[in-house]
Every structure is written in C-alpha cells, then in structure tokens.
C-alpha cells in the first residue's frame, strides 16, 4: 500500500515499449551491470531488475493477485529497455 502512495504522488515518464506495456528507467545503483524499471500495466505498477552482463530477470514485484505477467515478446522488450544505455 505504501508503494501505491508514493507512486500516485510521483510524477512519472512513462515509455512505451509495447502490447500495452509502459516502462521508466530508474537510476542503476550498486552494479553497473544491473539495471532496475518501474512497469505500468493495465492499472498496475511494479519494478523489475535484471542482470545486464548475464541477460537474466533479478526481481519482478508479484504483489498482487491478478497482476499481469509478460509474454516473451513483452519480457524481451523489457530486458532491453533496462539494459539500454
């Protein structure tokens, strides 16, 4: 709930990487090679962090029940937007 607070009060710059799929690049912490977004999906928000150098998914915030989960064309999407430079 606290997440939603914070969220709904922040004004975000979404990108859209497709099939309905929005994404905001947060800045890389730690790691170079690890690189985390802030997801919007129909309602929802959420983060995910991948490992750049090994091309693998770290975290993805399962939070909710009913929470959209992306396809393989979605996820790759995902992956590139992270780890872009």
Do not use: Q
């Not at 099939?19 to 690049?25: C, I, S, T, V």
């Not at 909710?64 to 590139?80: D, L, T, W």
Request: charged share 20%; aromatic share 14%.
């Amino acid at each position: 709930m606290a997440f939603g607070l914070i969220y709904s009060t922040h004004v975000l710059a979404w990108d859209d990487i497709g099939d309905g799929w929005y994404a905001e690049k947060l800045p890389r912490k730690g790691s170079p090679a690890t690189a985390m977004i802030r997801l919007k999906h129909e309602g929802y928000i959420f983060m995910a962090e991948y490992d750049c150098r090994n091309r693998m998914l770290l975290t993805y915030d399962l939070v909710y029940v009913g929470m959209p989960v992306p396809n393989n064309k979605s996820a790759s999407a995902m992956f590139e937007y992270a780890c872009k430079d």
